[in-house]
């Protein structure tokens, strides 16, 4: 869908350890968006990016951290990864025509 | 802040039968979006409305936007076991570029 993916697909990872998960797409979208996946949650937007280097916090930001480097490259991190970080991910652009998201990253923090 | 409400959470439907899910708004809204996500799959979008009182239908499914631009509906007619997944309305704000998502409705279907 629209040149976008993101890795891995799936991750475990123990608790306190940094875990960077990556989005990349090929067409050059300027607003790129992570967003975490919990059942009885829907969606919930952790940060976004309107820019190369810019980027703005969503409603559950803490614990997490964004850079944008290149227009193609949105990367999410969990500084110190905690259990209640455990969830599915999902990276996504603005077609103009809704959004278009990737196919999402399984983290399982233990 | 935001918040976007969807009812019912869960919908079970026997196949042929009709039923519709509903999407509230706290705040007025810009546009109201709504995604289909497939059970393991990622959300895809089905459709935007932007004005009052809009209605708009793909085949089987028919969305409405309220008056006010804080509701929303979607209606499925003749529901088929294709139509098995959650429905996500998402709304954003005039002001904004982040869409906030409802809760879902996660539509099973009894054959």
Redesign the interface.
């Known amino acids: ?1 629209a040149g976008i993916t993101q890795s891995p697909r799936h991750k475990v990872t123990e608790t306190g350890t940094p875990v960077t998960l990556r989005c990349h797409q090929t067409e050059n979208h300027r ?1 790129m ?1 992570w ?1 975490r996946q919990d059942p ?6 952790i940060h ?1 990016s ?1 820019g190369v280097k810019d980027t703005d916090k ?2 559950v930001s803490d614990g997490y951290s964004v850079s944008r480097s290149k227009t193609e490259d949105f990367l999410l991190t969990l500084e110190s990864a905690t259990s209640s970080q455990t969830s599915v991910y ?1 990276c996504a652009i ?1 077609t103009g ?8 990253t399984r983290l399982t923090v233990v | 802040g935001q918040q976007v409400m969807q009812i019912p959470q869960y919908q079970h439907v026997q196949e042929g039968e009709d039923f519709t899910t509903y999407c509230n708004s706290s705040t007025t809204l810009s546009n109201i979006q709504w995604y289909k996500q497939r059970p393991g799959g990622h959300p895809v979008f089905l459709i935007q409305l932007v004005k009052s009182g809009e209605v708009k239908k793909q085949k089987r499914l028919t969305f409405q936007f309220g008056e006010a631009k804080k509701n929303s509906s979607l209606h499925i007619t003749a529901t088929q076991t294709t139509d098995v997944g959650t429905y996500f309305c998402a709304g954003l704000l005039s002001a904004g570029n982040k869409l906030t998502f409802g809760g879902g409705t996660r539509v099973l279907v009894k054959p």
């Open positions: 869908d607003y968006y967003y009885g949650h829907g969606l919930r937007l976004y309107y969503g409603e999902f603005t025509d809704g959004y278009t998201f990737g196919s999402g």
